[in-house]
């Protein structure tokens, strides 16, 4: 069974920095793409920043530029790293990854809190 598991989420000042990862536990799968999505409270998710198995990466308009999302295959993890960071991007952000055969898989989430 596919798990994937976040960390790194956390309380930071404005400007300030995290890193999530997003580890992908189990057994027997290979990973076409992995993406960070967020919801805010009140607000429907939204893709934060995506990557396939081919390196292409895409980031949502509001986070390019501040966002840098990369992957480590050997250890089947992504990673978010979020500086400048902004009271608007204070929301649960959720780690997605779709696998060859057996489909997308969601993380629980982690919290993200950014105070002004």
């Known amino acids: 069974q596919v798990q994937l598991v976040e960390s790194g989420g956390g309380l930071v000042q404005a400007g300030g920095s995290l890193r999530l990862s997003c580890a992908a536990s189990g057994s027997g799968f290979n990973i076409k793409s992995m993406r960070w999505h967020r919801q805010a409270p009140g607000k429907q998710r939204e893709l934060v920043a995506a990557?396939?198995?081919?390196?292409?990466?895409t980031y949502a308009d509001s986070v390019r530029g501040r966002f840098t999302v990369s992957r480590d295959n050997t250890k089947n993890t992504m990673y978010l790293q979020m500086n400048s960071l902004k009271p608007e991007d204070t929301a649960v952000y959720y780690c997605g990854a779709t696998f060859h055969y057996i489909g997308e898989y969601w993380g629980q989430g982690t919290q993200v809190t950014v105070s002004s």
């Open positions: 990557v396939t198995s081919g390196a292409e990466i």
